[in-house]
């Protein structure tokens, strides 16, 4: 497979160069990706919301692998960092503030993430914290835009990022188990699927 | 003693000889895991007690424990202190104390300076919030920052905890709830932050990290939700008329009376913004 190469910074050209061709070639069909569930409820549903959420759970996982797989700070920085910059999101959508392409964002993350884990690419940490900002910034506002009409926002709220830190450190977990075998492999295979993911949810 | 509890990256952890020559010392620290099987079984037997039978004290300490509002903050605040020197996580302790103190004291001018002007209601769920903020901020800094970030953050938790207990207080003076309430966060912040001592790995310190940024996301979004009002029911705009169709009410029904006529004459103002007219 084209994606399972020598993982370095050397191959980051070639595979912006070639996920950028991709996108441009679907954003017409900018796919409604994240599945908005109308009236939400309280903490139960604000934690299953994650877990249940194909979208949401493949860019929250890929996040905790591909810091396993930067590893150093970065197995820490990118899943503290994802909470965070998401609920400034999150407070974006819930004060009405205008963003557009969202569904698009959320749908770019899981490819792009999963592609980054995929190539193996370990850029600048300063980098990847950025681009998870944006993608955090996405997930967030997503969310943030339902919670004023959920039942109890605040235990939704709640529940809904204390899911998303457990899938944090799921992804983590699985990305430091799958690092050592054949060479992290497994992992960038893992990547590809989820970057396959992602392309599924550009397209339909 | 711990010498310096960090990431893996940042330092590592040193037990020294003398901890492991006292036993009576090795005894202490399985204090913190005993204290949270004991209260475990306590939370047990106070949930089959009919909720009509509990004394206050039961309902004060259930509304620290099973309110992640307030019990969120203490686990944080718990695990905040189990992560610093033991002279550090002592001044926090007793720091905490004072604001649980400070809070009671000035309750209700802090209150009474919430309760005024609109949104007061989710004002009042404030608390919560802001503890699982500033905690969330000190979990989340490098090691060095987090023990000067915690004693102001320990003061802050005490005192919000004592606000929230007395906001939730349904008997209005009975003290049994607020000890039942305290004693519970005490014992909240003491068995979390004994057993993360006991337990503590150099790799739990990226858990903690991940808890911390957990922590204030929570209380932003807990915040927002709360101040940010929601949508009335039957707040959506009404459907536009079909074309063609008149809209009802848009006719005089009175065309003798003086709101017929031109409305738009009536309404001028000279001066006056024509939007505002």
Redesign the interface.
Known sequence: MFWIGKGSTAGAPSFVAFWAVIVLALMPNGAFAHIIQGQAGGFGPGFEHPLTGPDHFLAMFAVGVWGAQMGGRAVWALPVTFPLIMAMGGLAGMLGMPLPHVELGIALSILALGSAIAFGWRPVEAVALILIGVFAICHGYAHGVELPNAADPADYAAGFVIATGLIHLLGVGVGLALNKPLEGRLSRALGAVIAAGGVYFLVV | MRSALS?P?EGSISWSSDERAWPEVQVLRWIGPIAVIAALAGIAVIQLHPVMDRSMLERGALSVILS??RA?PLLGLGCALATVRSREAALGAILAVVGLWLGFAFRDSLINSVVSGSATTGRL?LPGPISCLFVGLVL?APPRLRAWLLPPTAILVGAMLAIGIKLVDPSFHDPNFLRGGVAAGVWLVGAVGLTVHLCYRPWL???M??????L???G???A???L????AIGALPPPEPAAGLERPGSQDLFPDSPAAGDRKSRFAQPGLDPLLQ
């Open positions: 990431s990256q992640y509002q969120l769920g989340a310190g990226i858990g990290r991940i808890l911390g940024s957990w204030v996301a929570i932003l979004m807990l927002a939700s709360m940010v009002p929601r949508p």
